[in-house]
């Protein structure tokens, strides 16, 4: 419009004035004292400047979002995502590479070991055979036949002995192999999972440019419109087009204040990484089922200790009802009786705890002193009192935990209120003590795991990951606390699975009695779930069965037994 207007009622006025009011439409002067009388009118050329300055004012409100948005392009995004992508992988295959690396380490000494002890049987056979030629060269021809039979005995009982130790480090070698193919396949999965983001997020890209395309598209022709009307004299085009250019404007901000930020994300990699967690209960009561199967006057009381074999076997023990027996029995995963002893040591209330040793082996203690080693084959039981086999023993202490370590084929026994961890052979002999730190009070129940001792202070209401290689156990680690009231809560079991999780039980008393099972990465750094459990729980350990490993949780008094799967979530 290069022409004045005329007044829309007085046409034949030329329009001095426009009507704000009424949407900016012209009028003459006639009609300040009509229809427009008292509506808010501006002289054409004091509007125009008017407008100009707001349009002026929103461009560089646009330029500056526009800067402060730091917009990505597709091509920068792209470049981002590829340099991530690539980062991850490296950072996927260096830690494999290091785990595997691990493994091999192990594998090496392991291997070792293997050699080792097949070399001292032979060199112990030798130093047998070479002793008994010697001392029957000054013996008569009939001594020859007992020669015979002496040393055929000498080197059966060196070959038992040898030969479970051989077991032993063949069962963690191959455990050991195993978690090393689980570590492959893990990373070819994520090697698989980068690679899938990189092509959906590729796609969603490519989606996201043609919209930045048409973002393009409308912020130029926005400054080529601006420009132009900026740069014209004409006042009533500027006063007509100035504010659907504004409206246009907003429109563009609040396009690039909401896409932007999905664009961002797109150029990010994020993996996730496989832990084990709880399932739910797959069997539960068993012990209910066990107990209507046992046909004694005496029914069994109290359950203090739980182990499972590696076939599938569960070793209970614990205390009669009526507190003056302690028995041991051996049940299969359906439930049925295999075997079942009462053992009366003569003490009133002998707790009694169990952890397998070897295949057919359970260690055992009982209070106040008592060591033992029971045959899941045969039913039969060897013991000793530990204060005849060890002189340093208190006459007031009294035994409250048993731990195994198959490798080196030890039982350890840990006291109440001591902080000496005494250590046996598989023959019941003393081998040594290991003193564990001082902020230790005394273990209310200790685990084997990966050359460590885990360690439930009940007292001091922490858990503990010490090392066993020296007599003075060092401190590797504390386990992290759960989000419980953990003034009140206390550890008082833990056991582990292959895949290197830990499981601890933490019990509050005082007040209200509650029990919670509690899940621990390999070092116990990092919670990974929490379950609430019978209040009266009292251990828990691994069973193997045919459907993979399952969580045990046992019951003190109410004599249950809980089966749970352990799953892979994603």
Not at 15 to 23: A, I, Q, R, V
Not at 284 to 312: A, H, L, R, W
Not at 473 to 479: C, H
Not at 518 to 532: I, M, P
Request: with cysteine.
């Amino acid at each position: 419009m290069r022409d004045a207007p005329r007044c829309h009622i007085h046409l034949e006025e030329i329009s001095k004035l426009f009507c704000e009011t009424c949407n900016n439409i012209p009028v003459c002067m006639a009609c300040t004292y009509g229809e427009h009388k008292a509506h808010d009118l501006h002289e054409v050329k004091a509007l125009a400047k008017l407008k100009r300055m707001g349009l002026t004012n929103k461009l560089k409100e646009l330029e500056e979002i526009k800067r402060d948005t730091n917009l990505i392009t597709p091509s920068q995004a792209k470049e981002k995502l590829i340099l991530n992508v690539s980062t991850e992988r490296e950072e996927a295959i260096k830690m494999h590479g290091e785990k595997d690396q691990k493994i091999m380490k192990k594998i090496q000494v392991i291997e070792e070991q293997v050699k080792q002890v097949k070399q001292e049987r032979q060199n112990a056979e030798k130093k047998i055979i070479h002793s008994v030629q010697r001392e029957m060269e000054n013996k008569i021809l009939e001594i020859k036949i007992k020669y015979q039979k002496t040393l055929k005995v000498k080197k059966s009982e060196i070959g038992s002995i040898f030969q479970e130790r051989e077991i032993c480090l063949r069962k963690e070698l191959t455990k050991l192999r195993e978690k090393r193919k689980r570590f492959n396949r893990d990373k070819i999965e994520v090697l698989d999972t980068i690679e899938k983001q990189l092509n959906d997020n590729l796609k969603v890209i490519e989606t996201i440019s043609e919209y930045f395309d048409n973002i393009k598209k409308r912020f130029e022709t926005l400054n080529v419109m601006t420009s132009s009307i900026l740069a014209s004299d004409n006042d009533w085009s500027a006063v007509q087009c100035i504010p659907e250019m504004c409206t246009a404007a907003t429109n563009l901000m609040e396009d690039l204040k909401k896409d932007s930020p999905k664009l961002k994300t797109l150029t990010d990699v994020t993996v996730s990484y496989k832990q084990y967690s709880f399932g739910k209960p797959s069997v539960t009561k068993i012990y209910e089922q066990v107990s209507k199967e046992i046909n004694i006057n005496d029914p069994y009381g109290y359950i203090f200790g739980m182990t499972c074999s590696e076939g599938g076997s569960i070793t209970i023990s614990g205390v009669t009802s009526n507190g003056r027996t302690s028995y041991i029995i051996v049940i299969d995963m359906n439930g049925r009786i295999l075997k079942e002893k009462k053992l009366n040591t003569g003490q009133n209330w002998p707790v009694r705890y169990c952890q397998f040793l070897s295949q057919h082996k359970v260690a055992s203690v009982c209070e106040p002193n008592e060591i033992g080693l029971y045959d899941i084959r045969d039913g039969s039981y060897t013991k000793k009192n530990i204060s005849d086999v060890i002189n340093s023993w208190p006459k007031d202490r009294y035994v409250k935990c048993v731990a195994t370590d198959p490798v080196n084929n030890h039982i350890l026994v840990g006291g109440f209120k001591s902080r000496d961890v005494y250590v046996f052979d598989d023959q019941l002999n003393y081998h040594h003590i290991l003193t564990l730190p001082e902020m230790i009070k005394w273990p209310r129940d200790m685990n084997v795991s990966d050359g460590h001792l885990l360690v439930c202070d009940y007292d001091g209401k922490k858990c503990y990951v010490i090392t066993m290689e020296r007599v003075d156990g060092n401190l590797v680690g504390e386990f992290m606390k759960p989000n419980l009231d953990v003034s009140n809560f206390a550890p008082t079991g833990v056991c582990t699975d292959k895949n290197g999780s830990v499981y601890t039980l933490w019990f509050k008393y005082r007040s209200s009695w509650q029990c919670y099972l509690v899940q621990y990465n390999h070092d116990g750094s990092q919670v990974l779930a929490t379950r609430e459990l019978d209040k009266d729980t009292v251990f828990i350990t691994i069973a193997e069965t045919f459907q993979g490993d399952k969580l045990l949780v046992a019951t003190y008094k109410t004599q249950k037994l809980y089966l749970y799967g352990l799953s892979t979530e994603d």
